[in-house]
């Protein structure tokens, strides 16, 4: 299974963009790049996935090079309640793959 | 998206007591659940892996004695925290893979919490 690293944690002031870089530098062919968010007591809930190149939703945008090595989230304008853990994860061409979590990086955003 | 639920979300039990920790997959089948511990501040670490009518796979060091899983049908699967004590307390998080997937997307649950005094 791929290993992510991700910086520690994050500071940020409201309205600002954030972009955080995760490092997988043995992703495999098969493997999928998905970033989760937790807030506290609760269990992380998907933001976005991609496999290249670049993805965006309702919520983020997600940036991969053509290397795969790496990959970067995007959070336009994070409010205050963007505060909580984001993780980095990578691997599960099947289903049945249990997805093995990093350190995650945690961003505080602040008013 | 699929809903996956936990239940109970808090427990407090005795010392020596044993704990079931329920998760439902609520519109979805899961033929594989994964089962996840969290300790304050830190990530998740993977206990085990329940396979619906078959055992379960447990990670290094996780002891299948204490931590047993059942998953009885397609939409269930438990986790028996048997005789517990105080380093057993801790956030238990379930999650099941996307219903026909292929991407390694997880649904997770809301995650239960337990102390044990």
């Known amino acids: 299974l791929a290993k992510t690293t991700q910086p520690i944690s994050m500071d940020s002031y409201e309205g600002q963009e954030v972009n955080i870089t995760c490092s997988h530098n043995n992703i495999a062919t098969n493997d999928y790049i998905t970033w989760y968010q937790q807030f506290p007591s609760q269990g992380p809930r998907f933001i976005i996935q991609g496999y290249k190149t670049k993805v965006t939703n309702e919520v983020a945008s997600l940036f991969i090079p053509a290397d795969r090595k790496s990959s970067t989230l995007s959070l336009p304008r994070v409010s205050l309640s963007d505060t909580a853990v984001y993780y980095c994860?990578?691997?599960?061409?099947?289903?049945?793959?249990?997805?093995?979590f990093g350190k995650g990086t945690r961003l505080s955003v602040i008013a | 998206g699929a809903v996956v639920s936990q239940h109970p979300s808090r427990v407090i039990c005795k010392s020596g007591t044993s704990v079931k920790i329920e998760c439902r997959s609520l519109?979805?089948?899961?033929?594989?659940m994964f089962w996840y511990r969290q300790f304050p501040k830190k990530s998740l670490m993977l206990m085990a892996t329940s396979n619906e009518g078959s055992k379960a796979t447990y990670e290094q060091g996780v002891e299948k004695d204490k931590f047993l899983i059942n998953h009885a049908s397609l939409t269930l699967s438990t986790l028996t925290v048997t005789s517990a004590h105080p380093e057993d307390s801790s956030f238990y998080i379930c999650s099941a893979p996307a219903q026909g997937g292929n991407t390694g997307e997880l649904f997770f649950g809301e995650g239960s919490r337990l102390t044990v005094l």
């Open positions: 519109d979805f089948q899961a033929t594989t």
């Open positions: 994860l990578v691997g599960g061409y099947s289903g049945n793959t249990p997805l093995v």
